[in-house]
């Protein structure tokens, strides 16, 4: 470990030379950041070491919090900066002629996740170990990530996500951890020598479930927790003879190929099962193990270890807990059933009937038959228990586990799991009153919520070092540690000389973004204009549409309307559509083919420019957020459960235009009306809408001439090109589908709120007061909160407390 830059340099010379035979003054860019990374890491490692050493001397309680994504972005900053090195390594590679900055650029973002849900889960490490709790992550160590976007005539193409190409500096593979995972085969009922009937599973195939580990850094601490990544690969001593070697292999190629497969074949519909199961037993497995392996008693096991499943994707964990308990270690029914009710916690992130899995019995039943067995048993004395508490027909059809040929993955969680959790106050209100009303009746004491947060460090700390600066400037330092601080701002709303560098940052911000869209795109942004930014992935209920409409609506006033006119903005897209999500490949077609217009005709573009940030991800917005005047989060009022990147715009000085959905209701509650920006329907007025069955968006389109002038351009719209039909993709959806996501309905308070928003950026004094407020109310959205939320009522673990 080195302690000073001379001891820096020297190691860093050395490994070089030991490692590529080279002088740094002589290396390739990526051999010196690979060097750089490998520091880094092994700084980290004695981090690691201690922590884990500490957990173990102590006896202390662990999470294990299991993701399918974990959108951790790049990590040699971050980590520099936690570990409190950063300018020691910055000035060690300055005397040795390199830029830090070249080398941070060449890191590739982890392929680990797609949106939301993966970059929840990592600032919740980044919080975890900050805090000092011993908190781990469990995922699939994909080979590649989600995809690569490209924007081909205007059309998104997805190409490989070869994240990995390079190897991943951050990894530690530990082979001696593996496990084996089993698929498929059948349950037997076989004779214990002690005379007991036990049940195990045989026939099955066995892949080796190998763990590479990441370190997750507190901030100058000294805690370093762990990210195991899970790699598929083949039994060392139970190879397949039912199968050929190849088939074996493509078998357990594809575990780890990429996230989220296409599942509009029942090929791929499977493979997510699989992975499902994979990173979830092995995950059980090695924290079994490595429990029996310091002495424990796995009747204790829930007072040593707590499990967060995250989202749907993780629920297997159930029935895996379950049998490993029962056919391994001889446990009884009702012995396992009270581990599993003690230690097993679920967090609901949606709505969304599509979005609450749920799997054909065949399914389970062929690939891990003794968890079906396990699910089974469960769904039977689900059925008993709601006999015997009086559950009505319509309630215990609502709560079935298995029902119609399906398993109820949701369904599952709620009946077994200790604690179920929504993440903002009105989604976590919905999942009472509508979702899971019947089980909340019957199971109050489980239902809380945990509004969602983001770390305040990685998106405003090292993601906006000038406003990070100016922050302690003003207040101190504390607000790293304790974001509720950031309140302390709040004192210099009038003060004139705070609120003009308060403006210069945001400008600089502004010219960074310039110049990489100059770069990259070839289009040049006013500097000066507002930035008006929707970054999110792409999906009708987030109504991405709702946003270019406006534009096309703009584009008409300023051809067609003498007397119309706007401050100057700039439009920014950000997001991936699924593969096999053709409406929403549509929106995308849609969004370039319009700024392709816009910012090619002289008389539209010195009003407004349209840039669609290709292959958007945590780097991307890294840059983009900082930028930004204002944060779009317009979803349909009761669909998005909560969000992160309206926190992250928060926390960046940028106002939230939106709707009253997820938590852009608690950013409301917390800086008025006179500070964000709230328009259209709400969830009651929905709920109204849908139960009088009275909206036909017919009546819109033959009422409002604006809105049947957007609707008709996707015909004959400039953006069409002459071809008449390229649109009417878009056009069916909504008036086919009676405009489910009300864009049509909230379109014109949309378009009025968005003039409001307007009128406030001309006052800059208000405006950047505003920006002000929404960054001196945002410590709320920490993570950090969150965390100690979902430790208080929870987890119950100790943080971790070296000795001075």
């Given amino acids: 470990m080195f302690k000073n830059k001379k001891e820096f340099v020297q190691q860093y010379t050395e490994r070089m030379v030991e490692k590529y035979g080279r002088d740094p003054k002589d290396a390739h860019i990526y051999e010196k950041y690979d060097i750089l990374g490998e520091l880094v890491r092994d700084y980290a490692n004695y981090n690691w070491r201690q922590s884990r050493e500490y957990v173990l001397e102590n006896n202390e309680k662990q999470l294990i919090y299991f993701s399918m994504e974990f959108l951790i972005g790049r990590l040699l900053t971050n980590n520099m900066m936690n570990l409190g090195i950063y300018d020691l390594c910055k000035n060690g590679l300055s005397e040795l002629g390199i830029d830090i900055g070249e080398l941070e650029d060449m890191e590739a973002d982890a392929g680990l996740g797609n949106g939301g849900l993966g970059r929840l889960a990592a600032c919740f490490l980044d919080s ?24 081909v005539n205007e059309k998104q193409i997805e190409l490989p996500d070869q994240w990995l190409q390079n190897g991943y500096v951050w990894e530690v593979r530990k082979p001696k951890h593996s496990v084996e995972v089993s698929f498929y085969g059948n349950a037997e009922t076989f004779l214990k020598p002690n005379g007991e009937y036990a049940i195990r599973t045989v026939n099955a195939t066995k892949i080796t479930a190998c763990p590479y580990d990441v370190p997750i850094v507190g901030y100058k601490n000294g805690v370093a927790n762990n990210l195991r990544l899970w790699k598929a690969q083949p039994s060392q001593e139970n190879l397949p003879t039912n199968i050929s070697f190849n088939d074996y292999l493509d078998q357990i190629n594809e575990l780890c190929h990429g996230l989220y497969p296409d599942d509009t074949t029942e090929h791929g519909k499977i493979l997510r099962l699989r992975q499902q199961y994979f990173f979830v037993s092995a995950g059980l497995q090695s924290a079994i193990r490595g429990y029996l392996r310091t002495g424990g008693d796995l009747h204790k096991f829930h007072e040593h270890y707590v499990f967060q499943l995250n989202d749907t994707h993780p629920i297997l964990a159930i029935p895996e807990l379950m049998r490993i308990l029962m056919d391994e270690h001889g446990f009884g029914w009702d012995e396992a059933w009270e581990q599993a009710t003690k230690c097993i916690a679920y967090t609901n992130h949606t709505i969304m009937p599509e979005a609450l899995e749920k799997w054909p019995i065949q399914y389970i039943q062929n690939l891990i038959p003794r968890c079906f067995m396990i699910i089974e048993e469960i769904n039977r004395r689900s059925l ?63 239902f809380n919520n945990k509004t969602n947060g983001v770390t305040h460090r990685r998106w405003l700390m090292y993601s906006n070092t000038e406003l990070s600066d100016l922050i302690t400037s003003k207040i101190g330092d504390s607000w790293i540690r304790n974001p509720d601080d950031l309140e302390k701002l709040l004192a210099y709303v009038d003060d004139d000389k705070t609120l003009n560098a308060l403006r210069k940052v945001k400008h600089n911000n502004k010219i960074r973004l310039h110049d990489f869209i100059a770069k990259n795109y070839g289009i040049e942004i006013d500097t000066h204009s507002i930035i008006d930014t929707q970054i999110k992935r792409l999906h009708a209920y987030k109504r991405q549409l709702l946003n270019v409409f406006r534009i096309i609506h703009y584009y008409f006033e300023i051809k067609n309307n003498p007397d119309f006119t706007m401050v100057p903005h700039t439009f920014i897209f950000g997001a991936k559509a699924a593969p096999s999500y053709y409406f929403a490949k549509e929106i995308i077609n ?29 780097s991307l917005a890294e840059l983009i957020i900082p930028a930004s005047d204002i944060s779009e989060q317009i979803s349909t009022a009761g669909k998005e459960a909560s969000g992160t990147s309206n926190m992250k715009f928060m926390m960046n000085g940028a106002l939230t235009l939106g709707t009253l959905d997820g938590a852009n209701v608690e950013i409301h509650e917390r800086v008025g009306d006179d500070h964000s920006f709230i328009f259209g329907l709400k969830v009651k007025d929905i709920e109204s809408i849908k139960n009088t069955g009275v909206y036909n968006p017919w009546d819109l389109y033959n009422q409002n001439p604006r809105i049947r002038r957007i609707l008709d351009s996707l015909f004959n719209g400039p953006w069409c090109e002459g071809i008449n039909d390229r649109f009417r993709a878009i056009f069916d959806e909504i008036m086919n589908h009676n405009d489910e996501y009300y864009i049509l309905l909230d379109f014109d308070a949309y378009v009025k709120e968005s003039k409001k928003i307007e009128e406030h950026y001309k006052n800059r004094d208000a405006w ?37």
């Fill in 128 to 151: 975890i170990a900050s805090l000092g709790y011993p908190g781990h992550g469990n995922c699939i160590r994909y080979e590649y990530g989600f995809f690569k976007q490209k924007i």
């Fill in 768 to 804: 950047t007061k505003s920006c002000l407020v929404n960054i001196a109310k945002s410590g709320y959205f920490s993570s950090d909160r969150t965390i100690e939320q979902y430790n208080k009522d929870i987890w119950h673990l100790n943080k971790i407390e070296f000795k001075k």
């Fill in 590 to 618: 849609l969004i370039n083919a319009v700024a392709n217009v816009v910012n090619n005709d002289p008389e539209v573009n010195k009003y407004m420019k349209i840039v669609f940030m290709e292959n958007y991800g945590v």
């Fill in 384 to 446: 008993i228990w709601m006999h015997q508490n009086n559950v009505s027909e319509s309630e215990m059809y609502n709560m079935q586990i298995i029902k119609d040929g399906m398993i109820r993955m949701t369904n599952l969680a709620i009946f077994t799991c200790f604690s179920v959790n929504g993440v903002a106050a009105l989604h976590t209100d919905i999942l009472k009153r509508e979702t899971f009303k019947d089980f909340y009746k019957y199971f109050p004491n489980k």
